[in-house]
């Protein structure tokens, strides 16, 4: 990542998600913010407003200059692009429950009717080789998980 790149994360007004460390370029406009922007959330650009926001979700500036660049706002690592849409298309909450989800079911007698399944992949792989779920098990020494996990700490990105 070169110098000029930065990670931020993103939140919309119309969602509790949160995109975390998406990549952007200082000398971007904020134009081609919003359309990168418009690209994974579906709002529309001309619709949006951006607010930078600090670590501690303090709004530091109004990103209002669509002929701007976005280093010209001072944003700093893992700092916050919330974008309020005056318009929202959609509701983000549809997409975020999925109770309202229908769900794909099949019952039994018509799965094993069909040959594309990974039960019949499974088994055929296990006629061909006797050992063939057996010999992918990796065995790890219980000192080196213990010295693995004094280096990790809550919060970290895996």
Same mark, same amino acid.
């Given at each position: 990542m070169d110098s000029s790149t930065i990670k931020m994360n993103v939140t919309?007004?119309? #969602? #509790?998600?949160?995109?975390?460390?998406?990549r952007f370029d200082m000398t971007q406009t904020?134009? #081609?913010v919003k359309a990168s922007l418009e690209m994974r959330l579906g709002s529309a650009s001309d619709s949006m407003s951006l607010q930078l926001k600090n670590g501690s979700d303090e709004v530091v500036a109004e990103m209002s200059d669509n002929s701007a660049l976005l280093g010209h706002y001072g944003p700093q690592e893992?700092?916050?692009?919330? +974008? +309020?849409d005056s318009s929202p298309g959609f509701n983000f909450e549809d997409f975020e429950d999925t109770s309202k989800v229908e769900k794909?079911?099949?019952? /039994?007698e018509a799965y094993e009717k069909r040959d594309d399944t990974f039960r019949k992949f499974k088994e055929n792989m296990i006629k061909k080789d006797p050992n063939f779920l057996k010999k992918n098990?990796?065995?790890?020494d219980e000192?080196?998980? /213990?010295?693995?996990?004094? +280096?990790?700490?809550i919060?970290?990105?895996c």
């Open positions: 919309h007004s119309a #969602s #509790s998600m949160r995109f975390q460390e998406l904020i134009a #081609s893992h700092y916050t692009i919330h +974008v +309020v794909f079911k099949i019952s /039994e098990k990796k065995h790890v000192n080196f998980q /213990e010295e693995e996990a004094k +280096v990790i700490e919060g970290n990105r």
